[in-house]
C-alpha cells in the first residue's frame, strides 16, 4: 500500500496537463511513443472530440509504475463548466499536482480548482511549466502562487534561464545541475554540480528548505541549530511530513514539450504525496443508524468503496471504483445502500495507458474499472451488507443552462430517448426531460459549452442527428413571505371513504435549498399518525417544490414546516395525507407570494491591459457589477484581470463577443455565484 501513489494532475486548460501527463506515461514506460496533444493522439483524450478540440472532458483512471511505485493519474478536466468532474476526481485521488503555466502564472481557473482542491484537504505539488517559452518567468509564477493562492511554496527547484536560455534547472537539494538530452527526447537526466550564480541559489534556497522541514522534525531542528551537515535524504522525510499536513507545496519546473523536468517530477510524486496508508480512515455514516462510521485502509476492515464515475463502452455500463477498505473478488456481491440493493462485480479492470488488464480481486486504495453494475450511481457507496456505510453523495451543483433538443428525422425518436438516459448516467450534471406544457424534450446543464459538448458527443458516440434551440436560463423561484396554509382532504377514493387535514408553513431561508422538517411525531414516539403517511405527506410537499407551486420553476431556499396532521384511524391514508399536504403547501405558498430567481455568475477575465476598458464598458452594459480589477503581469503586455457578477442570462454568445473585442487576447472563466430576485415577466 505504501508503494502506491493516486493523484489527479489539475491546471487551466492550456497549461500543459495533456502533454505533462503523455511525458509522465512515456518515460514510466509504458507508452512507447510519445503521443502529441497537437496531432491529437494522446493516450487520456480518448473521446473523439476531446481530440478534436484538444481538451480533456472526462476523467479517467491511468495506472502506470515509476521507482518501484504504482502511480494511478485520475484525469481531471480543466474547464470550470465541468467542476463535478474536479470535485469527483478530488474525492477519490490522495494527492494532486498543479501544473501552471510559466507565461501565464496563476489563472482565473486554475484558482478555482485550487480552492476546490482545498476544501478537500488534497496535498499538492506544483508544476511550473512551458519554461521554454518567451515571456516566462517562474519567480513571477512562485510569487502568484503565494499571494493568490495563499501556498506557503517550497523551491525545490530554480531554472538555469528561460526563454529560449532555457537550459536546465538545479536541483536544490543536492545542489546538482539538471539538463535533458535532446537526442533520446529526454529520457536521460544528465547531473552535474551546479556553478556559480546557480550554486549560490541552490545553497540559500536550500537553507529555506531546511527551516520549512525542521519545523516537523526535532532531530533535524537539533542538527541545523548546531551546524551539523543535513543530507538530503533527511530533509526529504521531513519535508513529507510537512507537505501531508497541508503545510507547504514543493515547487518543480521544467518543459514538459521539451522533455525536461517530468522526471523530477515523478519522483517527487513518489517522495512527496501521500500513499492511501498515509491517509486517516475513510469517513461515513451507517445508513440508517446516522451514527458515524470509519474504515481504516486495511485489508481485514469490511470492504467499502465509492462509485466515482460511470461511462458507458459500447453499451455495456463501466463503473469506476475507489475501494478504501477490505477485499472484494470477481463474482462478489456488494451492497449498495443507496438503492438498498445488491450487486454482483461481474468483472474488474486496471486501466493502464494502452490496455485495460484484467484483475480477480481488489483492495485498500485501489482505483479500478468494474462491469456488471447496474444501478450504482457517481457518488454512491458499495459495501458489505453486514457492515453497511454510506460516504458523502457528490453533490451535483444545479444546471443553469437549458436547451430544447429534437431528433433530426422521425426515426432518431426512441434513440434520442435512449441515448439521453446513457449520457445521464455518465453526467450528474446533465438532466433531460419532456416540458409538459410543450412537449419538448429539455436538456439542462452547466453551461454552454457542457451542452455543446453533449450534442457533439450524440452525433460522433451514438450517430445521433438533433436539432437545438437556443439556450435558455434555468430560473428558479422562493417566497416573499412566511406563511401557513391548510387542507382538508375527505373523499371517497376506490370505494374507500379517505380523510386528511395538513396544516403547513413556509418560509424564505436564503441558501437553505429545500428544507423540510416535522412538528408532528409519528405514532409511537407520541404521536397518532403512522410514519408511512406522515412520509407520503413529507414526499408530496417536496414534490410540489421540485416542479414550482407558483410559477412552474424548481422553488429554492425555502424551508417547509409540517405543524399540524390530523389522523382518523378508520379513514387515515397515504393518498390522503399526500393529497391535502400538497394543497396546503399550495395554499401557503399562494400567500407567501412567489419571488422569481436568476442565476448570476461569477465571471473573471484576464486581458491584455489595453482592452480594460473596454471590456469594462461591455459588462456594464449587460447589467454586471465590476467587483475589481488586478494587476497580472504578463510577461510581453501587461495583463490584468477584471471580476464581475453578471446575470447569466446576459452571458449567451460571451465568448464570441469577448473574442471579438479583445482580438482574441482576452480569457474568461465564469462560474455559478448564486441566485438573486428578477421580475416575472424576465420568464
Ligand atoms: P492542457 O489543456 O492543460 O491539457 O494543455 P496541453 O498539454 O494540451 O498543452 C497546450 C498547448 O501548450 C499545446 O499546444 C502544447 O503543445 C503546448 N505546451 C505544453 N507544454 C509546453 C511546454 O512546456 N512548452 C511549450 N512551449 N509549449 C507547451
Redesign the pocket.
Known sequence: LARRRNIG?I????????????RILFYSGLVHRMG???DGR?TT?WMLQERER???ITAAAVTCMWADHEITIIDTP?HVDFTIEVERSLRVLDGAVA?F??VEGVEPQSETVWRQADRFGVPRLAFV?????LG?DFERTVAMMREKLGVRTLLMQWPDGDGDAYRGQVDVLTGDHLTWSEADEGRTVERRPAEGELAERAAALRESLIEAAADHDEALMEAYLEGSPIEAGAIRRALRRVVLAGEGVPVYC?????N?GVQSLLDAVVDYLPSPADLPPAAGRHPEEEAEETRPPTEEAPFSALAFKVQMDGGRRVTYLRVYSGKAKVGDEVWNPARAKGERLARLFRMYSHKRERIEEVGPGDIVAAAGLKEAATGDTLCEKAHPIRFEAIVAPHPVISIAVEPKDATGAKKLDETLVKLEAEDPTFQARRDADTGQIVMSGMGELHLDVLTRRMREEYGLEVRVGRPRVVYRETLRREAEGEAVFDRELGGKPQYARIKIRVRPVPGEGVAYLSHVPPAGEGGESPAALLTAAEEAALASAGSGALAGYEMTDVRIELLEAEYDPDRGTEAAFGVAAGNAFAEACRRAGGQLLEPVMSVEVTLPEEFTGAVIGDLNARGGRVEGIEDRGGGEASFQAVRAHVALSKMFGYSTDLRSATQGRATYAMTFSHYEACEMAGA
Open positions: 494532475i491546471s487551466h486548460i492550456d497549461a500543459g496537463k495533456t502533454t505533462t501527463t503523455e502529441e496533444v497537437d494522446a483524450d484538444g481538451i480533456s480543466g501544473i503555466s510559466a511549466n512551458k519554461l521554454d517559452r516566462a521544467g518543459s514538459a514539450l521539451r525536461r
